[in-house]
């Protein structure tokens, strides 16, 4: 044999030997707990990448942090009845001191190091620390954790339809956060998409997050949304009941901010004294999409712009929503945005919620700021939910209770303001505008009529809604007589009359009646005619006969 073949053929044997020794990957196991081992962390020790470990409905113990060291699936067979209890010890926590003293204490409930776990179906236990992930591309899903999660920087993690007691801290980038209810959740990635969460305590986020369909309500120093970056899509999001809606740090600049449901927050929009100290222009967002579009439905509009109206039906009122001189809102709904919640499970829907907790808003259509030549106006206002109670205030006076629209009599001259208000079911009051309006001098003549009178004396009757100063009338255009109040017309000829009463008040102000046309015809005395001929002829034959006698 050949040198050459020799050395090939040692060649081919060792890497035959080679070959023979690599290990080969066996196929993916599934690990019943507590059949195949009594407790998740052996379970977990015992098994390799792709394993999954499947968790029979019972309670679970682990008294050290419980290390997810491989890429596994968890599973539990039901997620309120496979409870895992995590009991970590008490030590020594950091290994950084810049007081230079130990600090010290629960170190971490569960520790997901490895790329690729999924942990679902659990009722997690951790009342002294927290679910620390730093392995990328982490599921955790379906979950009760009475406890938080840290996610720490990586990649691709997933926290989606779990019930979170605590709160989500994340600095994970290209990560979801979806369908979970929370306490608070802060996040600090960047393209991160946070979605249909229900949470109670506090929403935060830095730049370059899409935020949609989410409920803010709460307590907490701000209790609504924290935007503390730049380009985030806001949209769909209810914030409701809170102490500040939206709250934008320093670098807050260049988001978009549509379709939101902004209800019943003491303070909707703020600005961080430090943005406002070092920005000359703090424009923080655009806050609508246009007349196409539209902007976001405030609680508050329409007590703020009473006079605002919607614009053809689009459902866009036709006032600005101002917030600042940089930020307002060109085209803001006039309902409530319908939002799919998702599997988040509200106990209300936002339509419900609007009508639970916001004031009725009542529009005065009759009055209006004009003056009227009646005593009497009509009340006449529209509200935009059922209410139980209606009234209104004349002149700043008790409220008059009322069933509906009214007619308001016996006003006086001068300056008067009336205001509208209604009493819902949930005992929430609304206001109207307060609106002011003139009545005039009002003269009213009773009599005379316009009729044709056959006396030479006519009552001059009328009314007059003020305190009169002087009160004249005007007779065919003769000059004005002076009157007290009441009186009679005496000595009238027969013929056609014109007749105008005129007043000043108090205050200086003029009126004039209309003026009334009637006519005077008193008839000729026929009667007193006949009875003198009688009595002529009477006395005339009386004489004859006398003379005649006295002849003889």
């Keep these: 044999m050949s040198k050459s073949a020799a050395l090939l053929l040692v060649l081919v044997m060792a890497a035959s030997s080679i070959v ?172 991160v998409r946070l979605e249909k969460n229900l949470v109670f305590s506090g929403f935060i986020f830095d730049s370059n997050h899409w935020v949609e369909g989410n409920v803010i309500s709460g307590s907490g120093q701000y209790g609504g949304m924290v935007i503390r970056g730049y380009e985030n899509t806001v949209f769909n999001n209810s914030i409701i009941n809170t102490k500040i809606a939206l709250h934008f740090d320093m670098d807050a600049a260049n988001n978009i901010i549509f379709h939101n449901n902004f209800i019943n927050n003491t303070r909707q929009v703020q600005m961080s004294p430090l943005l406002l100290a070092i920005r000359t222009n703090p424009s923080v967002a655009v806050w609508d999409k246009g007349y196409g579009v539209g902007g976001n439905y405030w609680s508050d509009y329409l007590s703020k712009y009473p006079n605002a109206t919607e614009i053809d039906n689009s459902g866009l009122g036709d006032t600005p929503y101002v917030i600042d001189a940089y930020n307002q809102d060109n085209y803001p709904l006039m309902r409530p945005v319908d939002i799919d919640f998702g599997s988040i499970g509200l106990p209300f829907s936002i339509s419900s919620l609007v009508i639970a907790t916001v004031p009725p808003q009542i529009s005065v259509l009759s009055p209006i700021n004009q003056t009227y030549n009646e005593t009497s106006v009509s009340l006449v206002f529209t509200v935009d939910k059922a209410v139980n109670w209606t009234s209104y205030s004349l002149d700043g006076k008790d409220n008059v209770t009322i069933t509906g629209n009214t007619t308001i009599t016996g006003l006086s001259a001068g300056l008067h303001n009336i205001t509208v208000y209604a009493k819902d079911e949930f005992e929430n009051i609304g206001v109207s505008e307060t609106i002011k309006f003139t009545i005039a001098l009002v003269i009213h003549v009773l009599s005379p009529e316009r009729r044709t009178y056959d006396t030479s004396s006519i009552p001059l009757n009328f009314t007059v809604n003020a305190a009169l100063a002087q009160i004249t009338y005007c007779l065919n255009g003769e000059k004005n007589s002076t009157v007290s109040g009441n009186t009679t017309l005496n000595g009238l000829a027969n013929g056609d009359y014109a007749l105008t009463v005129y007043a000043k008040d108090e205050a200086g102000n003029v009126g004039a009646s209309e003026t009334i046309l009637f006519t005077v015809d008193v008839p000729f005395p026929t009667t007193l005619v006949i009875a003198s001929v009688i009595t002529a002829a009477v006395v005339g034959i009386g004489l004859l006969v006398y003379f005649k006698k006295r002849n003889r």
């Design 20 to 191: 023979s020794v690599l290990p080969v990957k066996g196929e993916a196991r599934t690990i019943v707990v507590p059949d195949d081992y009594p407790t998740i962390g052996a379970a977990i020790e015992n098994a390799s990448d792709g394993d999954t470990i499947y968790v029979k409905m019972g309670t679970y113990e682990e008294t050290t942090t419980l290390t997810v060291n491989k890429s596994i699936s968890l599973i539990g067979e039901a997620t309120a009845n496979t409870i895992l209890n995590l009991k970590p010890p008490f030590g020594e926590i950091k290994w950084f001191y810049p007081s230079g003293e130990a600090e010290y204490g629960y170190y971490d409930g569960m520790k997901i190091v490895s790329d690729n776990v999924k942990i679902s179906g659990f009722t997690i236990v951790c009342n002294t620390s927290s679910i620390a992930v730093s392995g990328s591309g982490t599921q955790i899903t379906n979950n009760n954790l009475a406890t938080s999660i840290f996610l720490m920087q990586g990649d691709h993690r997933s926290v989606i339809g779990n019930i979170i007691e605590r709160d989500i801290t994340s600095e994970s980038d290209d990560t979801l956060i979806a369908n979970n209810t929370l306490g608070s959740l802060f996040s600090a990635g960047s393209n």
